[in-house]
């Protein structure tokens, strides 16, 4: 790819060029890290070995706790090399929507933003909400957010689908045990380099004023934007910023990502793969259950991998189980 790279007339076509060398970088990326881990391992090797012949226990104790690091390094590599999808590399735009259940429900999609915003923090990885449509009472009735990094969608499509609640219920006088549902939506974003022909005159937008908790107006100008696409009857909003500009610029983002769900279902029927089937948020068809009451523990039940710390879970740590259902998926 390189040398391809200083031929003459690789640039006439600026947008394959630019995709090209994107490619290139994470492919550079891709094997200076197994290089690197290599070279690791070959240095440990040789430390062992003078330890072992000094008999030096404390070096050999410092080298077991570097060879887990390295192991655990690999076993994270090993299955990030499972994710050959051809969006699987690129930044995922999640979102979620309230299903039955009510103001529990609504409460249940806001806990489930908090959990993959923290789950992209605790990765390091930028995390911008796009959206959120607040709750009559409490909580969202939707929320979109926006994670990149490197293979964010082939990460979080792990985790599309209904996900289930149980709890005593904070907005219940009784304060009696509630089951509530969400919908999870995970979508790569589109590339420039995607054939999608978005005419503007094929984009009808509409302003109004962001909302808040309960419906209240938060902002005396409108400043929030709704696109829709004529020919598909697409419909996104977003209402984050104060800013109009930005608002249509991550609408966009939404509306071209999902045009690529769209188009990729006509051509080849992948939107199985991208956006997974679009069921009811209600009994019988969840993926995930969490239960704080009348015991804790949360458990995926595609793979039955099952943790007894749903806090922690709920905080952002999904890595075990991305981690179950990509494995899983080759298994």
């Given at each position: 790819?390189e040398r391809?790279?200083?031929?003459?007339?690789?640039?006439?076509?600026?947008?394959?060029a630019q995709?090209?060398?994107?490619?290139l970088?994470?492919?550079?990326?891709?094997?200076?890290?197994?290089?690197e881990?290599?070279s690791q391992?070959?240095?440990?090797?040789?430390l062992?070995?003078?330890?072992?012949e000094?008999?030096d226990?404390?070096m050999?104790?410092?080298i077991?706790?570097?060879?887990?690091?390295?192991?655990?390094?690999?076993?994270?590599?090993e299955?990030?090399?499972?994710?050959?999808g051809?969006?699987?590399?690129?930044?995922?735009?999640?979102?979620?929507y309230?299903?039955?259940?009510?103001?529990?429900?609504?409460?249940?999609?806001?806990?489930?933003?908090?959990m993959y915003?923290?789950?992209?923090?605790?990765?390091?990885?930028?995390?911008q909400?796009?959206?959120?449509?607040?709750?009559?009472?409490?909580?969202?009735?939707?929320?979109?957010?926006?994670i990149?990094?490197?293979f964010?969608?082939?990460y979080l499509?792990a985790?599309?689908?209904?996900h289930?609640?149980?709890?005593?219920?904070?907005f219940?006088?009784?304060?009696?045990?509630?089951?509530s549902?969400?919908?999870v939506?995970?979508?790569?974003?589109?590339?420039e380099?995607?054939?999608?022909?978005?005419?503007?005159e094929?984009?009808?937008?509409?302003?109004?004023?962001?909302?808040?908790?309960?419906?209240?107006?938060?902002?005396?100008?409108?400043?929030?934007?709704?696109?829709?696409?004529?020919?598909?009857n697409?419909?996104?909003?977003?209402?984050t910023?104060r800013?109009?500009?930005?608002?249509r610029e991550?609408?966009?983002?939404i509306l071209?990502?999902?045009?690529?769900a769209?188009?990729?279902e006509?051509?080849?029927q992948e939107?199985?793969?991208?956006?997974?089937?679009?069921?009811?948020?209600?009994?019988g068809?969840?993926?995930?259950?969490?239960?704080?009451?009348?015991?804790?523990?949360?458990?995926?039940?595609?793979?039955?991998?099952?943790?007894?710390?749903?806090?922690?879970?709920?905080e952002?740590?999904?890595d075990?189980?991305?981690?179950?259902?990509?494995i899983?998926q080759?298994?």
């Open positions: 790819m391809e790279a200083s031929e003459p007339g690789y640039w006439d076509d600026p947008r394959r995709g090209d060398m994107r490619t970088g994470r492919l550079k990326e891709t094997v200076s890290l197994w290089r881990m290599e391992a070959a240095t440990l090797l040789e062992t070995e003078l330890a072992e000094d008999g226990e404390s050999l104790s410092q077991t706790g570097d060879a887990l690091q390295l192991s655990r390094q690999l076993s994270r590599e299955i990030a090399l499972t994710l050959a051809p969006y699987d590399d690129r930044p995922a735009i999640v979102s979620v309230s299903g039955a259940g009510g103001t529990d429900s609504q409460d249940w999609a806001e806990m489930l933003l908090k915003a923290g789950w992209g923090e605790t990765q390091r990885r930028p995390v909400i796009m959206d959120m449509a607040y709750g009559d009472e409490a909580g969202l009735r939707s929320a979109t957010l926006e990149g990094g490197p964010a969608y082939g499509s985790e599309r689908g209904v289930r609640l149980v709890r005593l219920s904070p219940d006088p009784n304060n009696l045990r509630h089951t549902f969400a919908q939506e995970v979508l790569p974003v589109a590339g380099e995607e054939d999608l022909a978005v005419r503007p094929d984009i009808k937008m509409d302003t109004f004023r962001s909302s808040g908790p309960g419906g209240q107006n938060v902002q005396k100008v409108a400043s929030a934007v709704r696109l829709t696409h004529l020919p598909t697409i419909v996104v909003s977003c209402q910023e800013s109009q500009h930005q608002n991550y609408a966009m983002r071209t990502a999902r045009l690529l769209r188009q990729n006509q051509r080849a939107l199985a793969q991208l956006r997974g089937d679009r069921v009811a948020a209600e009994w068809n969840q993926i995930r259950s969490y239960v704080l009451h009348p015991y804790k523990s949360v458990k995926d039940h595609r793979t039955n991998f099952q943790s007894t710390n749903p806090d922690a879970v709920l952002g740590g999904l075990d189980f991305i981690e179950a259902y990509l899983s080759v298994g």
